[in-house]
């Protein structure tokens, strides 16, 4: 689908949405209004962050609110639980942590 | 407010149910629930601005779900119940909740907490889970009613249980890409719980056929050897069929899951008893009939009974009618609801013991699988911590880490336990014991818990 190299997901229903841009690692990306986070960054990039105990990265699992597994940091710090977050013009999300903080 | 303070925590069908039954009888109960919208999991509505109408999202169970939300949202329009949505309850103690939400803590006091905190897919850890690309059967189902969207273009789904069926033929007719459809229930065991799967001919029905439908893509009594992947994620699914030939199916997602594990974080917390119930190969919380669970606290739906969404209404009606009998006050006769229970209880249990829990698969993991998709523990760490530690889980994951990840165990307990128990030579999984529900039951940011209202 256009716009969604190296993405995850397929959108199949309700594409006609209005624009949202925000950018992932510093590049400015296209999601749709009413997207959560997890779901504009999977469009644009196979996965939502580096796991902290393995080599793998992670790109959510259960997609409720219970399994904790899509934690995403944003470059001014806190960190936002990608599935049950909608996405918001100029976020700026990162799917590794900062390496200049103190 | 002069009335009692009822405060019930879930908005799916059981929490709508038991909501709209205390207004009816002119009580105005507080409802919090975590999701933007009243709905649940089963019946949950996409955000504002999607167009998709009820049959296309809901299928044969369109009806209820308006229902259930005209309903919800009628009430609530009314003034008749209060509504807080966003909301996480995330600790109960002394008759208060502490919910977080908008960035800040409030403290619910209540008279009465009836907690319809419903269910999550139940998991088995199969070696490669922890992979990009590996969600949920219900994930994968919320992803496509909620966002229009499939999590990858070639997927597989394995596990067991109703759900896996039922998902496969939303993706197919939403025009996802299927490669396979895998489950670990062979056929024999389905066969023999039909008697009980009977006694809702419509429902079993409907599964046979859409089981029909999916023809070459369905597989019954796989075994789950290994998830491929890359560095940027799941390339194939390794498994064994029924005839004991070794398969592969290149895959870019998988979809896993072996029916649902109770949500029972806030009744451990308010104290109920609890069960290890073989049926479910699950510890599920005590009640009577109503749902009473003692202490001024009632049960209702999927995190009760896992009865499913019919079984999660009839709930909701009995607790709020429990309740309001309890408080003196009159309200519906619960006659027919039980009756109704009766029979759901019957035929869940059937689909239960139609789709097993693996606990072969589980207890065949080798040893560098990883179990607790949190932190990474792997199936023999645990197996070396519950011989050397203790075989019970509380303790292995005091020594061990296993269920003490973000997920606080949800999806690792129940295979863990099987593993504790295989590994000491206990008799069943439920031997091993249950992980002690810990406040806050969900990942708690301090200053949003510092800003109290």
Redesign the interface.
Known sequence: MSGMAGG????????G??PVRFLLDGVERVAL????VL?AV??NA???RQ????P??????????????C?IWQEQG?RIRAC?T?VADGMRLLTRTREDWP | MTGPRIVIVGAGPAGIRAAETLAVAGLLPTVIDEGARAGGQIYRRPPDGFTRPPETLYGSQAAKAVALHAAFDGLAAAGRIVHLPRHSVVALAGGVLHAMGDGRSRRIGYDRLILATGATDRLAPVPGWQAPGVYSLGAMQIALKAQGIAMGRRIVLAGSGPLLTLLATQLIKAGAGVAAVLDTAGLRGQMAAFPDLAVRPSFALQGLAMRARLGRLYHAGITLEAIKASDTGVTAVRWTDAGGRRRRTDCDAVGLGWHLRAETQLADLAGCRFAYDPTWAQWLPCADRMGRAGDSVYLAGDGLRLLGADGAEVAGRLAASACLSDLGLPGPDGTADLKRLDRLERFARGIARAFPWPADQVRALPDDAVLCRCEGVTAGSVRETAVYGGAEANRVKSLGRAGMGRCQGRYCQIAATDLIASASGLAHAGEAGRLRAQAPIRPTAIGEWLEQE
């Open positions: 995850r997901l397929v959108r199949l229903a309700e594409t949405r209005a209004a009413g997207d959560t779901t999977l469009a196979p996965a939502l796991a902290e105990f393995g793998e990265q992670r790109a959510g699992f259960c997609l409720m609110g219970a399994c904790q597994d934690w806190p049950s909608p």
